[in-house]
């Protein structure tokens, strides 16, 4: 194993561009259990090439963004664009830039049958035991959300084959899915936190708020 990052803790979060964002928040707040954390935007700038030397997007492209926690371990980062270019399709599985977000769970059957009462969500077939390999025992299941976003619910026994190969694990299952003293505690102080004592770290500027020379 390399040695990786210096000074790396923990993935910090990760992010998905949807058509909707409040859509998108209220499916994963509502549906999957996530809490909204802070909502920022509009991100742009006006004048400059900020948002293309910064995001990688057209210079004249504005997001709005909102922050979830999903679950004990998941903060999920949810981006909605604006763009002169903007390509709309989702894409699927096997295209470049393909993705999917799982879930585990403690019963993937009971898991899809609730799934398949809620408005808009798709279920891929129904759930399946994977029978041979490192996987083996691992009972899953895809859906979409009502916007065509992939998800994945997941199950698995203790011992899995995989782990006699490796001293490295798959994180999980967490004991509660709220356990929010359990996710929280051995936690370093928030940026929030960390601004108000003194970071010498500035938060993020939105190009609406950038000086000529930060451009």
């Not at 909502?39 to 997001?63: F, I, S, Y």
């Not at 679950?71 to 599985?93: D, H, K, M, S």
């Not at 959300?145 to 490796?166: H, I, K, S």
């Not at 967490?174 to 004592?197: K, L, T, V």
């Amino acid at each position: 194993m390399g040695s990786g990052i210096p000074g790396a803790r923990n993935v910090d979060h990760v992010a998905f561009t949807v058509p909707d964002l409040q859509r998108a928040v209220d499916f994963f707040v509502d549906v999957l259990g996530a809490e909204t954390i802070y909502w920022e935007g509009p991100v742009q700038d006006l004048a400059g090439d900020w948002m293309t030397r910064k995001l990688n997007v057209h210079e004249r492209a504005t997001a709005r963004i909102a922050m979830l926690r999903l679950g004990p371990t998941t903060n999920l980062e949810l981006f909605e664009y604006t763009a002169p270019n903007q390509q709309r399709r989702i894409p699927e599985n096997s295209d470049h830039g393909g993705h999917h977000l799982a879930i585990y769970v403690d019963d993937v059957d009971v898991a899809a049958e609730y799934l398949r009462n809620q408005p808009g969500v798709r279920l891929q077939g129904e759930p399946e035991t994977i029978e041979e390999g490192p996987l083996a025992g691992n009972r899953w299941m895809y859906f979409t959300a009502p916007w065509g976003m992939q998800l994945e619910v997941v199950d698995m026994p203790a011992g899995m084959p995989y782990e006699q190969r490796t001293a490295a694990r798959k994180y999980g299952p967490a004991p509660r899915w709220d356990n929010r003293a359990e996710q929280n505690r051995d936690a370093i102080p928030s940026s929030a936190d960390a601004n108000a004592a003194g970071d010498p770290h500035p938060s993020r500027n939105t190009g609406a708020n950038l000086t000529e020379k930060e451009r």
